[in-house]
């Protein structure tokens, strides 16, 4: 069986590469060699779903060996159930995405070269599989090098675009920024594991005899190093300009799954090679965990970019995803291993929901752009009578996001809240406070996704078209629709049928925490399904679902009794007088002013009206209203930081004198101290 | 068995039926205090009835979101219905979900709501969707923390079982952190359900309204379905309020006496809380929109309070 | 019997609550008249829960106490407040040098110090009235905290008299009372000190026509 499903994954590398390769040798025809990496990466997606399934239901440790003679470096891959699970959400993603990518990149045909778009897909697609499977520290590195480095090319696929170039060059910058960090944490880790390996099966070992202050030190250093991964606050800079920079397929990814290798790094640290930990570890990744959700969805809110707004909505969610692991360290370090798992559960389920309801608002976000050939919401308005699929697909994702039940989203926010809930079995009140303080911001965060994502759909969809771009909309091809339909079903599913992927996280939860939670979180409900429930409660999002149906068959069937013949006549609608036209309906920057207002310290909104008079001063010719938001953290965090390195570099530029003997001098010099100090 | 199947239906029936007949006493009341005769307290039965018999009319620029709404509004409303307790302690669906789906079933109401407010290209729609959600995310965490409070007093998050537990263990209630929770969750109720210091559910003047607002485009069947839904919504949580703080009377098991009794203190105890909302009504006047988070910050304040209280103190 | 003290205990517990509840209201909001409302309201709750422990504990002095104080927090001095403010003409609303949202924030954390702090002291010592220390420390700061934010001279008489409150419910709560001479010299103070400041409150709307005590500024040199 091991060998079977070892094969199954190294079958699934091979096509990825293969894809990308063949995507590559059709040089005449962009198209073909498009479509053809493109349906390998979808089959090797299909392959590593396979593999990922097999070993999650099986429970299945896997190790891949590669033995190259008298290397130095040691090509081990580790499938362990964290690593399957991270499997399956990056391939189902990875599947949907190559689907949808067939019809998308017709948008690029005779623009860009569609072939460097599956090349560089089907690494990107290997290279994640590869960041959670690697088992050794310096392959991680590689992968995870490579990882980033496709991605940005991704990020500049457009690029004639000036901005895509200063996004993408911000990425690569930040996300270097963090792999620096990652490597020192390596070599700290390092020097306690006693062998040359750098195998991850010796950091494991690490844990229990590193000194605190090390510890602290790799903490430190990783939750900055996969904190810029993840776009935590206030390392969140390059994600909501990369994300919209990026195309819409790939953006799915981006930000459905690529930021989520930084919580399996989370996971990894933090779970296996660095415990036990203390208690203020979890803390501090709890409450950075909460304001990054509340922080990314108040910019979410003002952004009037659909894609920007996708992108802060996404640190807002990894935000909840880190408040699940956070509070799982917590329950961890003071030994309060089934709440551990249960808080585990909830930061998983809702990391693969996530990748779910956000590639599918990216989908439908790039059928926006596919349609209408802008992302400014302020431009839209009427969608919803011209793209009449990719309606009620937005619907359900922007539905689900807001986590309005029975959708997924729900699901996991309900387990967030049952796991903040337990909370009172700390020992400690003063972390008691912060965990219910947690809880308090995460019910505030949910309702501004809410006021987010209903301005998000209303504006876009809703009432009349405000520009020409939105009236002349048609809606995209049948494929791309296919693809969105099967996530959003997927949003259905996962929310009706929680036990499936509970059953799932549970085996990952045996191989992490050593606890067996599923017996004591399932049971039976009145249709003799299993439902959820915890210690406080249960839940039956089934039987919920089954009541409102049956429900809603009642009440239409009394009101059709009442009155048979229900006649709709068909006006326009009443605005005081005037017939009704798209400049007075609300805009987005309208229905979020209130907010605005509200969170004036944060936000600092700037607005300006300017008048234009005709010539005598009486009739107003146009007027001009400007409004934004001030970007407090550039101006308070990242210019200090940027105007210190400027300085330094000042200070150290006499050492660049242009010249190649002064060069060559250096390395010269470099090479004479380090024989010296080796020859010690 | 046939108890789990009559109760259910006797609850629904109970919360629809009289609904209307809350927000006529309401209404009726305050005209008397005010010296007017007012209408009757039927009235918003004539309304309905008056409502449902008549066609609509539907804007050309709405969509079928339009038409979804009502309905969705209406069912999400009449599940919550069968989960809250309402007259007797033991709900046979209660292992439907707990208090935080029923939060979130009232805000899938809303979402649909607030975007039927968007689909007609009518301003004051929007604006009073804009206001809508703005009241109620600043309620909301309000409103988790005090049902927390609640739940960590009784270890559930399941009306049921915090009725029940609360209706036999009585001393519980005697807890200065439900008091503050009582406290936090009435400013929420009165937010939430759109009464005076809030939003004036009398005023059809545009700039002030808030709820009818979003509620301006309907008319006919949906008009009375979205009318009734908002009027089970104050009802429900009247409930919710009174059999969680004050949850003497309530029956206990399902016997045909235990229930008639239970509805009898039920009524008196609605009547009671609907007295409080008009007097409250009566003695402010609407409050500025942006003095409206200073309220609902003032309720935040006293639930965290409360669960801080119950920590520390615990 | 000891469901009876725990009922007893409980009750107090409840007054001292909606005694902060009141003081929270004198934070957020900026209406004068409702600040001595609260005021008034709150020396009532503490009358009712001296009366209360005076007969849980048979203490007879606190009878005397509870008595003076009535007359003197809930009658005399709200009506003496409401006097200066008619008589002197006083604009309705209240200047604070922060806006409310974050005074109400602060507040909180306030009283989070005021539980924290005392966490140790009320799980040894009291078994009973356990929220009685803490709110009685919450209250005399918070009333303090009202005398920095707040712009207007008779505001800060409001909050000089809520510290008075606080450390007269703390007294109570924890032992029972001062002797009863030392309430009396207590009382007799603050009678004192509100009616100095009610004349120092005449005496800057005389001088300055106007009572925020920014004015007091200007005398600066």
């Given at each position: ?162 901005a895509?170039?200063k996004a993408?060059?911000m ?59 993840a776009g935590i606050f206030p390392l969140h800079l390059w994600l909501p300009m990369a994300h919209p920079a ?5 953006s799915?990814?981006?930000s459905?799954?690529?930021i ?27 409450i950075i965990g909460a304001s990054s959700a509340l922080l990314g969805i108040l910019y979410a809110l003002t952004e009037r970019d659909i894609k920007t707004l996708l992108a802060y909505s996404s640190i807002e969610n990894n935000g909840i995803i880190i408040i ?30 996530h990748?779910?309801f956000k590639?599918?608002l990216f989908?439908c976000a790039?059928?926006i752009y596919?349609?209408t050939?802008t992302k400014n919401i302020e431009e839209l308005g009427g969608l919803i ?6 309606a009620?697909?937005f619907l359900?994702g922007a539905l689900a996001i807001s986590a309005i039940?029975?959708?997924?989203g729900?699901?996991?926010e ?23 303080i947690c809880g308090a911001v995460v019910a505030l965060t949910g309702a501004l996704v809410a006021t987010c994502f209903v301005k998000a759909f209303g504006i876009s969809f809703l009432a009349m078209p405000r520009s020409?771009h939105a ?102 609608t009443?605005t005081c007088?005037?017939?009704p036209e798209p400049r007075l309906e609300y805009t987005a920057t309208a229905f979020t002013r209130p907010f605005k207002t509200i969170f004036s310290n944060l936000y600092r909104p700037q607005s300006e009206v300017r008048t234009e ?7 107003v010719?146009s007027m001009t209203y400007v409004s934004d938001v001030a970007p407090i953290f550039e101006k308070y965090f990242y210019s200090p930081v940027a ?38 | ?60 620029t709405?969509?079928?979101i339009?038409?979804?709404t ?33 939060i979130y079933?009232f805000a899938l109401a809303r979402f649909f709501l607030v975007l039927t407010s968007l689909d007609t290209g009518s301003a004051f729609g929007g604006m009073g969707g804009s206001r809508e959600m703005m009241v109620s995310s600043m309620a909301e965490p309000a409103m988790i923390l005090s ?37 936090a969750?009435?400013i929420v109720l009165i937010a939430e359900t759109g009464r005076i210091p809030v939003d004036n559910p009398?005023t059809h003047l545009e700039l002030t309204m808030i709820h009818e607002g979003m509620m301006l485009e ?66 402010f006047a609407k409050i500025r929109l942006f003095r409206i988070p200073n309220l609902l910050g003032t309720a935040f304040i006293l639930s965290i ?10 | ?23 929270i209201?004198?934070i957020g909001t900026s209406r ?61 609303e209240v200047g604070s040098y922060m806006n409310y949202t974050l005074a109400l924030i602060l507040a909180c954390g ?39 934010i707040?712009k ?70």
């Amino acid at each position: 069986m091991v060998e079977h499903t070892s094969h199954l994954f190294v079958i699934s590398i091979i096509l990825y590469f293969a894809g990308s390769l063949f995507a590559l040798c059709f040089y005449g025809w962009q198209r073909v060699g498009n479509y053809i990496s493109l349906i390998l990466a979808a089959i090797a997606s299909c392959f590593s779903i396979a593999t990922a399934v097999v070993a999650l239901s099986d429970g299945l440790t896997i190790r891949l060996d590669f033995t190259v003679y008298h290397a130095i470096i040691k090509y081990n891959f580790l499938l362990d159930p964290v690593s399957t699970y991270f499997i399956l959400a990056i391939s189902v993603i990875g599947f949907v995405a190559a689907v949808y990518s067939i019809g998308y990149t017709r948008l690029y045909v005779n623009k860009c070269d569609t072939r460097f778009l599956g090349f560089t897909y089907n690494i990107f697609l290997a290279s994640m599989l590869l960041v959670v499977t690697a088992n050794n520290a310096v392959v991680f590195m590689i992968v995870w090098e490579l990882m980033t480095v496709v991605s940005f090319f991704l990020v500049i696929y457009e690029h004639e675009n000036p901005a895509n170039m200063k996004a993408g060059f911000m990425y690569l910058i930040m996300a270097h920024i963090g792999a620096v960090l990652l490597s020192v944490a390596f070599f700290i880790m390092f020097a306690y594991t006693g062998t040359w390996d750098f195998g991850f099966d010796d950091f494991r070992k690490v844990g229990s005899h590193m000194p605190l202050i090390y510890k602290n030190v790799v903490f430190f250093l990783v939750i900055i190093g996969f904190g810029i991964k993840a776009g935590i606050f206030p390392l969140h800079l390059w994600l909501p300009m990369a994300h919209p920079a990026a195309p819409s397929n790939v953006s799915m990814v981006m930000s459905g799954v690529m930021i989520k290798t930084a919580i399996y790094g989370f996971i990894r640290f933090y779970f296996e090679f660095l415990t036990p930990c203390p208690p203020w570890w979890g803390v501090v990744v709890l409450i950075i965990g909460a304001s990054s959700a509340l922080l990314g969805i108040l910019y979410a809110l003002t952004e009037r970019d659909i894609k920007t707004l996708l992108a802060y909505s996404s640190i807002e969610n990894n935000g909840i995803i880190i408040i699940g692991i956070g509070l799982s360290m917590i329950f961890k370090s003071y030994n309060l291993m089934a709440l551990s798992s249960l808080a585990m559960m909830a930061g998983l389920y809702h990391l693969v929901n996530h990748a779910v309801f956000k590639s599918l608002l990216f989908g439908c976000a790039g059928n926006i752009y596919y349609a209408t050939h802008t992302k400014n919401i302020e431009e839209l308005g009427g969608l919803i009578k011209r793209l009449r699929v990719t309606a009620p697909l937005f619907l359900v994702g922007a539905l689900a996001i807001s986590a309005i039940p029975p959708l997924n989203g729900f699901l996991s926010e309900w387990l967030i809240f049952q796991s903040i809930l337990n909370g009172f079995h700390i020992p400690s009140v003063i972390v008691k406070i912060i965990t219910i303080i947690c809880g308090a911001v995460v019910a505030l965060t949910g309702a501004l996704v809410a006021t987010c994502f209903v301005k998000a759909f209303g504006i876009s969809f809703l009432a009349m078209p405000r520009s020409d771009h939105a009236k002349k909309a048609k809606e995209v091809p049948v494929i791309m629709l296919v693809s969105m339909g099967l996530l959003a079903s997927l949003c259905v599913f996962l929310g009706i049928f929680p036990v499936k992927v509970m059953m799932v996280i549970n085996s990952v939860n045996i191989h992490l925490l050593n606890t067996n939670i599923l017996p004591a979180i399932t049971s039976y409900d009145w249709l003799h399904t299993k439902s959820v429930q915890t210690n406080f409660t249960e839940i039956s999002p089934k039987s919920a679902t089954v009541l409102g149906l049956m429900l809603l068959a009642v009440t239409f069937g009394v009101l059709t009794l009442i009155k048979p013949r229900f006649v709709k006549k068909i006006y326009e609608t009443w605005t005081c007088g005037i017939s009704p036209e798209p400049r007075l309906e609300y805009t987005a920057t309208a229905f979020t002013r209130p907010f605005k207002t509200i969170f004036s310290n944060l936000y600092r909104p700037q607005s300006e009206v300017r008048t234009e008079y005709s010539v005598p001063n009486f009739f107003v010719k146009s007027m001009t209203y400007v409004s934004d938001v001030a970007p407090i953290f550039e101006k308070y965090f990242y210019s200090p930081v940027a105007q210190f390195v400027l300085s330094m570099s000042n200070m150290v530029r006499w050492v660049h004198t242009g010249s190649i003997h002064i060069y060559l001098t250096y390395i010269f010099i470099t090479l004479i101290i380090l024989i010296l100090f080796v020859g010690k | 068995m046939t108890a789990e199947i009559i109760l259910p239906i006797l609850q629904i029936l109970v919360v629809v039926g009289f609904s209307p007949l809350v927000k006529g006493f309401i209404n009726k009341i305050e005209a008397r205090l005010q010296c007017r005769r007012g209408a009757s307290m039927f009235q918003p039965y004539y309304n309905l009835v008056k409502l449902f018999r008549k066609d609509a009319v539907v804007s050309e620029t709405s969509s079928w979101i339009f038409r979804a709404t009502p309905y969705i509004t209406f069912i999400s409303v009449l599940i919550i219905s069968l989960l809250v307790p309402v007259l007797s302690s033991q709900v046979p669906l209660n292992f439907t979900g707990d208090i935080i789906l029923i939060i979130y079933l009232f805000a899938l109401a809303r979402f649909f709501l607030v975007l039927t407010s968007l689909d007609t290209g009518s301003a004051f729609g929007g604006m009073g969707g804009s206001r809508e959600m703005m009241v109620s995310s600043m309620a909301e965490p309000a409103m988790i923390l005090s049902f927390f409070t609640v739940a960590l007093t009784v270890n559930s998050t399941n009306l049921s079982n915090i009725t029940s537990t609360l209706l036999n263990n009585s001393i519980l209630l005697l807890n200065p952190s439900l008091i503050l929770a009582f406290a936090a969750l009435t400013i929420v109720l009165i937010a939430e359900t759109g009464r005076i210091p809030v939003d004036n559910p009398f005023t059809h003047l545009e700039l002030t309204m808030i709820h009818e607002g979003m509620m301006l485009e309907f008319s006919g069947r949906y008009l009375a379905l979205v009318e009734w839904a908002s009027s089970m919504k104050l009802l429900l949580l009247l409930t919710i309020l009174v059999n969680i703080f004050f949850p003497w009377g309530i029956a206990g098991g399902l016997t045909f006496s235990g229930l008639i009794i239970a509805f009898a203190l039920y009524v008196v105890k609605i009547g009671f809380f609907a007295f409080l909302i008009v007097i409250v009504e009566m003695s402010f006047a609407k409050i500025r929109l942006f003095r409206i988070p200073n309220l609902l910050g003032t309720a935040f304040i006293l639930s965290i309070l409360a669960v801080i209280s119950l920590y520390v103190v615990r | 019997m000891t469901q009876q003290i725990i009922v007893n205990s409980r009750a107090i517990d409840i007054l001292a609550v909606l005694m902060l509840m009141t003081t929270i209201v004198l934070i957020g909001t900026s209406r004068l008249r409702t600040c001595i409302w609260a005021y008034a309201c709150r020396s009532f709750m503490l009358t009712l829960a001296s009366g209360l422990i005076a007969y849980f504990s048979g203490i007879h002095h606190i009878y005397i106490t509870t008595g003076i104080s009535l007359a003197l927090k809930v009658i005399v001095i709200p009506g003496f407040l409401f006097y200066i403010v008619k008589k002197n003409n006083i604009k309705k609303e209240v200047g604070s040098y922060m806006n409310y949202t974050l005074a109400l924030i602060l507040a909180c954390g306030i009283i989070l110090i005021a539980y924290y702090s005392t966490q140790n002291i009320i799980q040894f010592e009291n078994i009973f009235m356990r929220h009685c220390l803490p709110i009685a420390l919450s209250i005399t700061l918070l009333g303090f905290f009202v005398m920095i934010i707040r712009k207007q001279a008779i505001i800060q008489i409001i909050g000089l008299i809520t510290m008075e409150d606080g450390m007269f419910f703390a007294a109570l709560s924890t032992s029972y009372g001062m002797p009863l001479i030392v309430e009396l010299g207590l009382f007799f103070d603050i009678l004192v000190s509100v009616i100095i400041m009610g004349i120092y409150v005449y005496r800057i709307k005389e001088s300055f026509d106007g009572i925020d005590t920014d004015f007091l500024r200007d005398i600066r040199e």
